[in-house]
């Protein structure tokens, strides 16, 4: 099938949507979404230090009470569900790009394809691709949905439509959300362990040159360097804690957007991309940036997922 003839891409996605799927599938919102908020709650202790310091340090220049800039901070999230936001800030954290015309001819039928097979309305995405050499996709915050170049490059069209399918499902059932928000909300927590690391190599130059002096003036040295240290850890310990709880929660909304996949009709095609995916790279995770990192981490191995989504498909062929 020629994606790039619209005719036929409206027929094939008129006959998935009757036969594959014929229930309509709008926003849904499932356990993994509401799971999704544990990672954000566990991340507010800290977040809730790191902006406190950053009221101490704005405080002269900003004409906001202690409380007041509590609300506009948090509320600031909403800045991460904007698409024009996403497209301006959003994008270049994740480290990914715009398409080209030609990703944008392969992508948008596929999209398209797979949101009348899921009863849905075509949302405003903000499509983009990750230039890696790794097999990769993922959602975040609504509306972005990122493929990568070596994904384009391998992937036949059948096979694109399901990765395409499978992201498309993680924001139907509200999944990006919670992620979304944790990005937002470890941004001064990340901001203040980096700060805290610096303090630390600056400390330890003090240390080496107040050696051998006073007593006192030694050991109050070695006072400042060790809260330094205290406090580093904790905002470095934090972030470790979230990254592992999100990966518990993330795997579970893996599996729940490879059952909605099968139920919108491209199981199969999944599993061929999924196979691809563990012949090319056994965990198919790249790790090439922090802020990308807890979504790489949160995927399950793909033979474990090609294992369930064959089990599914059997059951349905029952």
Not at 26 to 47: E, G, H, I, K, Y
Not at 86 to 107: A, D, P, S, W, Y
Not at 271 to 294: F, K, M, Y
């Amino acid at each position: 099938m020629p994606f790039e003839q619209c005719t036929q891409v409206d027929v094939y996605a008129r006959r998935v949507n009757r036969s594959a799927h014929p229930r309509r599938e709008r926003l849904n919102v499932d356990f993994s979404a509401l799971t999704a908020a544990l990672p954000v709650l566990a991340l507010f202790p800290a977040w809730y230090v790191a902006i406190s310091f950053f009221f101490l340090v704005t405080t002269p220049l900003l004409d906001l009470s202690y409380p007041l800039f509590l609300v506009v901070a948090a509320l600031g999230s909403v800045v991460m569900f904007l698409p024009l936001t996403q497209r301006v800030f959003v994008t270049r954290m994740l480290g990914v790009r715009r398409l080209r015309e030609q990703e944008r001819r392969r992508i948008e039928p596929a999209l398209r394809i797979v949101a009348a097979s899921a009863g849905a309305t075509r949302r405003r995405f903000v499509l983009a691709i990750e230039d890696s050499v790794e097999l990769n996709a993922f959602a975040c915050g609504g509306h972005i949905l990122v493929v990568s170049s070596f994904a384009l490059d391998r992937l036949d069209d059948d096979a694109l439509t399901a990765v395409v399918a499978h992201e498309f499902a993680h924001h139907l059932g509200a999944h990006t959300v919670g992620l979304a928000l944790a990005q937002w909300f470890s941004l001064p927590v990340i901001a203040c362990a980096r700060l805290g690391s610096f303090l630390r190599r600056i400390s330890g130059r003090m240390i080496d040159r107040v050696e051998g002096g006073s007593i006192v003036v030694v050991s109050i040295a070695r006072s400042v360097v060790f809260l330094i240290d205290v406090i580093a850890w904790l905002f470095e310990s934090t972030l470790v804690a979230v990254q592992h709880l999100n990966d518990r929660v993330g795997h579970g909304a893996e599996f729940r957007a490879d059952r909605r996949v099968v139920e919108m009709g491209f199981g199969r095609q999944l599993v061929t991309a999924l196979t691809l995916v563990a012949d090319v790279d056994g965990s198919a995770h790249s790790r090439n940036g922090d802020a990308r990192e807890s979504i790489y981490s949160s995927h399950p191995p793909a033979r474990t997922r090609i294992a369930r989504i064959e089990a599914m498909l059997r059951n349905r062929r029952r």
